[in-house]
């Protein structure tokens, strides 16, 4: 589908300003928003969209910016990719909800490319929810089902959302995960450094010191606001390894890291690992509220 570009695709420059930032409808709106909104809502910048082309959008007082946030994360085709649009029109048009009580045909038409898709080779089964964080919690709770196991392993760092389950294994800051102890075991992540060779941690195999360390004031940038390690060589296959000895099932969360962010359309790809559960989210609906998790049949 060709759809002739709009106005803020034709602009001559972006960013184009023509008010300071914020400007006055801006500012004028952040004082509404702090009366009505709950301040738990986390805001990273000043900023009042109220239209989006590509990776430009419109703010309210006319301003153009670039958005390298991609939304968050999400608008990977870009904001209002005519395509996204027009599916999205056309959907509405026939049947906007309705209840996983019955049959959609759209539902499992979903879960079979995410399933022909997914980086496992054997056959794959698909939960679709609504973000990542609840599909995150899915995941979870299959893995406790497979397995009739407790525990949960998780890395220091590591960012898997804000509701309870999720928040409990997320541990980029010290507080999310207080208090989930006897449930979990978080480990130091083998990640490598901005600059240089060296590995900064390597990750020992024993859960009790590592759960020690969980304890402190351990504190790294939520990956939500730019900060994503990348593993050293022979991690990823290290860990597929343990799993397999212990009959752990290994989900790889690639809700920030998939959709293709990474060069392939999974970040675990990148190390030829094949995990027993994707998690993903964001990037794959361009801006709608969808997630899922993708588990092979041996999970």
Same mark, same amino acid.
């Given at each position: 589908?060709?759809?002739?570009?709009? $106005?803020?695709? &034709? +602009?001559?420059?972006?960013?184009?300003?023509?008010?300071?930032?914020?400007?006055? $409808?801006?500012?004028?709106?952040?004082?509404?928003?702090?009366?009505?909104?709950?301040?738990? %809502?986390?805001?990273?910048?000043? %900023?009042?969209?109220?239209?989006?082309?590509?990776?430009?959008?419109?703010?309210?007082?006319?301003?153009?910016?670039?958005?390298?946030?991609?939304?968050?994360?999400?608008?990977?085709?870009?904001?209002?990719?005519?395509? %996204?649009?027009?599916?999205?029109?056309?959907?509405?048009?026939?049947?906007?909800?309705?209840?996983?009580?019955?049959?959609?045909?759209?539902?499992?038409? #979903?879960?079979?490319?995410?399933?022909?898709?997914?980086? #496992?080779?054997?056959?794959?089964?698909?939960?679709?929810?609504?973000?990542?964080?609840?599909?995150?919690?899915?995941?979870?709770?299959?893995?406790?089902?497979?397995?009739?196991?407790?525990?949960? %392993?998780?890395?220091?760092?590591?960012?898997?959302?804000?509701?309870?389950?999720?928040? !409990?294994?997320?541990?980029?800051?010290?507080?999310?995960? +207080?208090?989930?102890?006897? #449930? *979990?075991?978080?480990?130091?992540?083998?990640?490598?450094?901005?600059?240089?060779?060296?590995?900064?941690?390597?990750?020992?195999?024993?859960?009790?010191?590592?759960?020690?360390?969980?304890?402190?004031?351990?504190?790294?940038?939520?990956?939500?606001?730019?900060? *994503?390690?990348?593993?050293?060589?022979?991690? #990823?296959?290290?860990?597929?390894?343990?799993?397999?000895?212990?009959?752990?099932?290994?989900?790889?969360?690639?809700?920030?890291?998939?959709?293709?962010?990474?060069?392939?359309?999974?970040?675990? &790809?990148?190390?030829?690992?094949?995990?027993?559960?994707?998690?993903?989210?964001?990037?794959?609906?361009?801006?709608?509220?969808?997630?899922?998790?993708?588990?092979? !049949?041996?999970?």
């Amino acid at each position: 589908m060709t759809q002739a570009p709009g $106005k803020l695709a &034709q +602009a001559p420059a972006v960013p184009h300003i023509v008010t300071e930032l914020p400007g006055p $409808k801006a500012c004028a709106h952040l004082e509404f928003d702090r009366q009505w909104t709950s301040p738990s %809502v986390p805001r990273a910048y000043p %900023v009042v969209p109220i239209r989006g082309e590509g990776c430009t959008i419109e703010d309210i007082d006319g301003n153009l910016l670039l958005d390298f946030n991609a939304g968050i994360a999400v608008t990977s085709t870009g904001h209002c990719h005519p395509d %996204v649009v027009a599916a999205i029109q056309a959907q509405a048009g026939k049947l906007i909800h309705y209840s996983a009580d019955f049959y959609l045909p759209i539902y499992a038409e #979903m879960c079979a490319e995410l399933a022909r898709i997914a980086p #496992m080779k054997e056959k794959c089964r698909v939960f679709l929810s609504n973000s990542g964080t609840e599909a995150v919690e899915g995941a979870i709770k299959l893995a406790k089902f497979a397995t009739k196991r407790q525990y949960l %392993v998780a890395f220091l760092g590591a960012f898997h959302g804000r509701t309870y389950g999720s928040v !409990s294994l997320t541990a980029s800051k010290a507080k999310y995960h +207080a208090g989930f102890g006897p #449930m *979990l075991r978080h480990l130091p992540c083998a990640v490598r450094p901005r600059r240089g060779p060296q590995v900064v941690r390597r990750c020992p195999v024993q859960p009790p010191r590592a759960r020690r360390r969980s304890g402190g004031d351990h504190r790294r940038a939520d990956p939500g606001r730019g900060r *994503l390690c990348r593993p050293e060589d022979g991690f #990823m296959q290290g860990l597929r390894r343990i799993c397999d000895e212990h009959g752990i099932v290994l989900i790889s969360d690639e809700v920030q890291a998939g959709a293709g962010r990474t060069g392939k359309m999974w970040s675990i &790809q990148n190390w030829d690992v094949e995990p027993d559960i994707v998690v993903t989210a964001k990037g794959i609906a361009s801006g709608m509220p969808l997630s899922a998790f993708i588990a092979a !049949s041996r999970s």
